[in-house]
Every structure is written in C-alpha cells, then in structure tokens.
C-alpha cells in the first residue's frame, strides 16, 4: 500500500535466489478496521453504519413496543458500539462521512413510539444522548487531557528525583 503518495512503485521481496514483487493494494483490513491509501475513513464509515442498520433491523423485527430505559439498554449495548468501534484510529473527518453515522443514530432514535413526533435535537435531549460527533470530541478532549497528565506527571516526578 502507498500511503501519501501516488507514483509508479514495486516492492520485491527476496528469498535466497528467488524474488517475488508484492501486489499493491489500495484498502487492507486490520482489526476489523479499513486502512485505505487515501486515509479516508469513508470506507469504515459505511461498514459501521451497516452493521449498526442490521442490529437496527433486529431490533425492529423483535421489539413492537420500547420503552425509554429499554431502548437505551439495547442502543448502548448493540447499535452505539458497532458505530464507534475502534473510532479513535478512523475517526471520520469528512462531512458526508459523519452525517453517514449520525443519519444512523437520527434513525435508531425513532425507534422509541412515544418519541417520533419530536425533532432530532429533542429525541437525544429526552433520551439523554449526544450525537456521535460531540461524543468523539468528547473522547478526544480525554485523551488529550490523559496525555498531559502522564505529561505533568513525568516532569514532576523527574525534578523531584
């Protein structure tokens, strides 16, 4: 795979006198998580809203009637993890990318009878949900946060030595 950059290029690999050239590939699947060479997650995107849409799918089939606390139970333990598995290494960054998911999350909300005549917006205030972008964001700002820490840490702990 060439990653940043598009010119002409083989690899060979060589074993005693005998050389093969390897293929070039263009996407390649690692943990469950599609690493393209354009670094685009667009691919990723659409393979975490369609397992999260066959849970949704399930869901509907055995479910007529969800309750609030129901539902939450079902979204947090089947459908939100399919959507944010691994997001911190793909998180999407292109618009149609991220609307691809929320558009998922938008329709897992509907799920709840007592909340369909109510807008997006209000559905996740009721439910007492962010949407999956703020939840990113949100995790990110952890992470940084964790990182500095470890930071601060390591340089106290070494002017204290």
Known sequence: MHIGHSFPTSYCMTDGARRTVLETVWEEVDLGVIVRSDLKSTSQCNKAAAAARKIIGMVRRNFRKLDVEDFLLIYKTYIRP??????????????????????????V?????????????????????????????CGNMIE??????????????????
């Open 82 to 107: 399919r959507l944010e598995f691994c997001v911190h290494s793909w998180s999407p960054y292109l618009s149609k990318d991220i609307e691809t998911l929320e558009r998922v999350q938008r329709t």
């Open 144 to 161: 940084v946060f964790k990182l500095l820490e470890e930071l601060k840490m390591s340089t106290t702990t070494s002017s204290s030595h």
């Open 109 to 137: 909300t509907r799920l709840v009878p007592q909340l369909r005549k109510f807008s997006y917006e209000e559905r996740l205030q009721k439910l007492r949900l962010t949407t999956l972008k703020d939840r990113r964001q």
